[in-house]
């Protein structure tokens, strides 16, 4: 049986619900996971393809898709020696990342310009993420 929902436990459950949702959107905020991400949309992919394609490091790749592993948002399978990287919810992230793009347009350039995150300011030190 289950227990009737209250304002407590509701503020409780949105407050954990927008922590994931935290924890996911920090996935998504460095460019080189994003790059690799589309990368990905695209079809599987080995490391040394991706570091390849994407003219990265292989320590880089590596350390990023490890990341975007642990979120759940790419999954792998041994293939000989290597492992090829696959997108976990395909459809998902394409709809994601097309709304990330509508809302970017409608925004224009205050998302770059914003003095915490954006990158107008090329001496503003990194903010921790």
């Known amino acids: 049986m289950t227990m009737p929902s209250t304002p407590e ?9 927008l922590a994931a949702a935290a ?5 998504f905020g460095d460019p080189s ?15 040394v393809d991706l570091t390849e ?4 490091a292989q320590s880089t790749v590596s350390r990023h898709l490890a990341c975007l592993r642990d979120c759940g948002l ?6 000989g020696r290597a ?5 976990t919810h395909p459809e998902a992230l394409l709809e994601l990342l097309a ?8 925004t224009g350039d205050a998302v770059t310009l ?13 903010v921790p993420a």
Request: with cysteine.
């Open 33 to 47: 996971r994003l790059t690799i991400l589309r990368h990905l949309a695209l079809g599987e992919h080995r490391v």
């Open 114 to 126: 914003c003095p915490t995150y954006g990158t107008a300011d090329p001496t503003r030190e990194e």
């Open 83 to 87: 492992s090829v990287f696959r997108l």
């Open 99 to 106: 709304a990330a793009e509508r809302l970017l347009a409608l």
């Open 74 to 79: 790419v999954t792998s399978r041994p293939e």
């Open 53 to 56: 394609h994407l003219g990265l």
């Open 9 to 17: 436990t509701r503020v409780a459950d949105d407050a954990t619900a």
């Open 23 to 27: 924890c996911l959107f920090r996935g």
